[in-house]
């Protein structure tokens, strides 16, 4: 580690317990199997279903690509140094994982925000919707939660790249990050410090905002729909989404407010576990389980594989 420089870093992980390794081992195997396997089963399901083709189901699509491309971000590195013991990462894998990580975290926030203002135009203007969701807003719309993801992270990457660090190459994480990397670091960090706090509230006032706005105008058109058919019908229809986004913003505010998640890095580090494996996971669970359209797709889509099957 000549010159304040480093070729690679040592993830610490989450313990050293053999027996406790076994069982973080099975458990995020499975969690990241459930995820990889139900959002590809979404995204196929909108593919090969006409009825799926709509709006909401191209979110949705783009969602389920997002909680992929998230959790293989970290969770499978994790597993193969739990798996091998070796707990090396290379300083391009790490940028490459804080980078990933970074991106596909900020530009979910900024797709739930669209997922929102489309659930408002369904249910607040449903003459209009064919109209105002059109296939080329809702490509525009995509494109620039992947635009707003990558300037948020740009400035916070490129500081990261310039760290140096000196007397130590240990990240008590079980992947890169970068708190763990300021931590080590003997640059100055004030600034990368101040650009992670900024860029954090940022993102999350202004997708925050536009999901409040959404959803209040979205309660206050239901609560004058007649009968009460007609509403359970349009709070069935946003009811999967608000579950994703009390859980996604919910666990965020937790780890930006709670004293206890700053000053403790053990539950800093399950925090981060829980919405790397669990959440992705979950999530096609809820819309799936919830969502009536998604679920006639799936029994279609089986039975016609029983049939082909048969011949």
Request: proline share 3%.
């Amino acid at each position: 580690m000549r010159n304040g420089t480093v070729t690679s870093f040592i993830l610490l992980g989450l313990t050293d317990d053999p027996q406790l390794q076994i069982l973080i081992f099975i458990f995020l195997f499975l969690t990241y199997m459930l995820s990889i396997t139900g959002n590809l089963t979404i995204i196929t399901l909108t593919f090969v279903d006409s009825h799926l083709k709509t709006p909401m189901y191209f979110f949705l699509k783009n969602f389920s690509f997002l909680e992929i491309s998230f959790t293989s971000a970290c969770i499978p590195r994790y597993l193969y140094n739990i798996a091998t013991g070796n707990k090396v990462i290379t300083y391009n894998a790490c940028m490459s994982q804080v980078f990933f990580t970074d991106i596909c975290g900020t530009t979910e926030f900024f797709l739930l925000a669209a997922m929102s203002y489309d659930r408002y135009v369904a249910i607040c203007k449903p003459l209009h919707y064919m109209t105002i969701v059109s296939s080329r807003v809702c490509r525009i719309l995509i494109t620039c939660c992947w635009m707003a993801g990558f300037c948020v992270i740009f400035p916070l990457i490129h500081l990261c790249l310039n760290l140096e660090f000196c007397n130590s190459n240990v990240l008590d994480h079980f992947a890169c990050d970068a708190f763990p990397l300021v931590k080590i670091s003997c640059s100055d960090t004030w600034i990368i410090e101040q650009t992670v706090i900024i860029s954090a509230v940022l993102t999350l006032n202004m997708t925050l905002t536009c999901v409040v706005l959404s959803y209040g105008s979205i309660i206050r058109t239901i609560f004058r729909f007649p009968t009460v058919q007609q509403r359970k019908k349009a709070f069935s229809t946003c009811s999967s989404h608000m579950i994703v986004v009390s859980i996604t913003y919910g666990t965020c505010i937790f780890i930006c407010m709670n004293p206890t998640a700053k000053e403790e890095v053990t539950i800093n580090k399950l925090v981060s576990l829980l919405i790397s494996s669990v959440s992705p996971a979950l999530n096609p669970f809820i819309y799936t389980l919830r969502n009536n359209q998604v679920k006639k797709a799936f029994k279609g889509s089986f039975e016609r594989l029983a049939l082909f099957s048969t011949k």
